[in-house]
């Protein structure tokens, strides 16, 4: 395949959030939740104890600037009081009780601080990427993009076009609907771009503000898992067809694995007050058997090794502890121990979505890797699909 990664860079969130703070505004807002005498369980078997955002926890949590009366109005609710026989008194008194109650926020409200800071921390892990592989913006010959949770048209691809600025005959191929597997199948995306012209200049720029899915007012469990997982980050990374001397890892396979009938396991739902993130119970085990299928097919490519093949590193992004512990549990024998160390690493502080393997990379080449360390980038996302991406460090 030959193509050629470049240090990837990372921009974390510059708001730490504490899993305290947010189980304090949890059992300040939901006292009577029936999962409530669990909270602190639930929150310790994540393992996370702080994750950064692009925002605050208090502009996740505020309410909107409207009123209960968003909607009809205060003027249709006086009207249908009054024609109900209700008096000025009454009438001024009920309109002033529903003023009172803070309504949630908005989609708009919810997504457009969050899309601004998307276009902000992408356009600084351009920049950062390009820097650190030694080219300009004026190099890049295509631009793969990706943001799941705040949609926009015209997206991250256009926006860095503009703000970093690109040339007029770029190719941008903006990826929104990828999710968690962004990292993964923007690599094989540009592995294969390269392939056709090893001239050529990718650049990969993920961007993801996971922290919009944080819904205050849902009380369901799911909810509150979902409170306690997700972490903002922007990464990006140069992939070039000819490795060059910045170069530090060489992609040379793809595998890619979608799982029919699985589209209702994990999913982003749109409400009146912004993105839901909709979690299964059966997800992991979707997502195990993705794991079990790439088992496979890395026995299948290296069997006819002469000597018995293992990677020196995993670098995965399944998704949560139990996928994790899985992967572990079910790896090939005689694998060493320890090949997700730089995964577990990165999930301490949240799950990054889309980033997240990126990230994961960030830290392998931040430790510093032995030329010829053989390497498995897997990530699994919602629909139920996976793709793995197989190299090895320079």
């Known amino acids: 395949m030959g193509a050629y990664l470049c240090p990837p860079a990372v921009v974390q969130g510059e708001h730490v959030v504490k899993t305290g703070q947010i189980l304090a505004e949890v059992r300040a807002r939901h006292p009577q939740a029936p999962w409530l005498p669990r909270m602190d369980g639930i929150a310790a078997s994540t393992g996370i104890i702080s994750r950064a955002w692009m925002l605050p926890l208090e502009s996740a949590s505020a309410p909107s600037g409207g009123s209960g009366l968003r909607t009809p109005g205060a003027g249709a609710a006086r009207e249908a009081l009054t024609r109900r026989g209700f008096g000025d008194d009454e009438v001024n008194r009920v ?143 140069v992939v070039t067809g000819r490795p060059g001397p910045e170069s ?55 069997e006819d090794d002469r000597e018995r093949w293992h990677p020196d590193l995993l670098l995965a992004h399944p998704g949560g502890t139990r996928v994790l512990e899985y992967m572990e549990q079910t790896m090939p024998e005689g694998w060493p121990t320890g090949l997700l160390a730089y995964s577990r690493d990165s999930y301490l502080t949240g799950n990054r979505g889309g980033a997240a393997v990126l990230d994961i990379l960030c830290r392998a080449h931040e430790a510093g890797q032995k030329s010829g360390s053989r390497t498995v980038l897997y990530a699994a996302a919602p629909g139920l699909t996976a793709t793995a991406v197989e190299g090895e460090w320079l």
């Open 95 to 237: 309109i002033a009780a529903l003023e009172a109650i803070p309504a949630p926020q908005t989609v708009q409200e919810r997504t457009a601080p969050a899309w601004a800071a998307v276009q902000e921390y992408g356009e600084r892990a351009a920049r950062a990427a390009l820097d650190v592989a030694g080219l300009d913006a004026a190099d890049v010959d295509c631009l793969i993009t990706s943001h799941s949770t705040t949609p926009a048209l015209p997206g991250l691809d256009l926006s860095l076009l503009n703000r970093l600025p690109l040339r007029r005959d770029v190719l941008l191929l903006p990826a929104t609907q990828w999710a968690c597997i962004a990292g993964t199948r923007s690599l094989a995306l540009a592995a294969d771009l390269v392939a056709t012209d090893p001239d050529r200049v990718v650049l990969v720029v993920i961007a993801e503000a996971l922290s919009t899915t944080y819904q205050p007012a849902d009380e369901t469990l799911e909810s509150l898992i979902v409170r306690l997982l997700f972490a903002d980050t922007a990464v990006a990374v």
């Open 248 to 302: 530090v890892l060489r992609l040379d396979a793809v595998w890619h694995h979608t799982l029919p009938g699985t589209m209702d396991l994990h999913r982003l739902e749109t409400r009146t007050d912004g993105t839901h993130f909709v979690m299964d119970r059966r997800g992991p085990r979707a997502v195990q058997e993705t794991v079990a299928a790439m088992w496979r097919w890395l026995r299948v490519r290296h």
